[in-house]
């Protein structure tokens, strides 16, 4: 069994365990959904589970793909 942290929690844990800011860690992440919301292979499959994730955007915020994660992971 396992426990899934808080965003919050998520990003000092991965933080301290790199050695950097919990801001790196969030930007970093934000570059890389960015990169892969850009750069999706026109396949129509990729951008369907893309689709999936709620988003206020065009892409997700950290936060807004942490949280989604977390929902598929609970199930």
């Known amino acids: 069994m396992f426990c899934?942290?808080?965003n919050r929690k998520t990003y000092r844990k991965?933080?301290?365990?790199n050695n950097v800011s919990v801001a790196e860690v969030k930007?970093?992440?934000q570059s890389a959904i960015d990169y892969a919301y850009?750069?999706?292979p026109n396949d129509g499959i990729t951008k369907a589970y893309q689709n999936?994730?709620?988003?206020?955007?065009?892409?997700?915020t950290v936060d807004e793909f942490l949280d989604y994660a977390k929902s598929k992971l609970k199930k």
């Open 4 to 6: 899934i942290l808080s």
């Open 14 to 17: 991965i933080a301290r365990e």
């Open 27 to 29: 930007a970093d992440m």
């Open 38 to 40: 850009q750069n999706a």
């Open 52 to 60: 999936r994730v709620p988003c206020n955007g065009e892409i997700p």
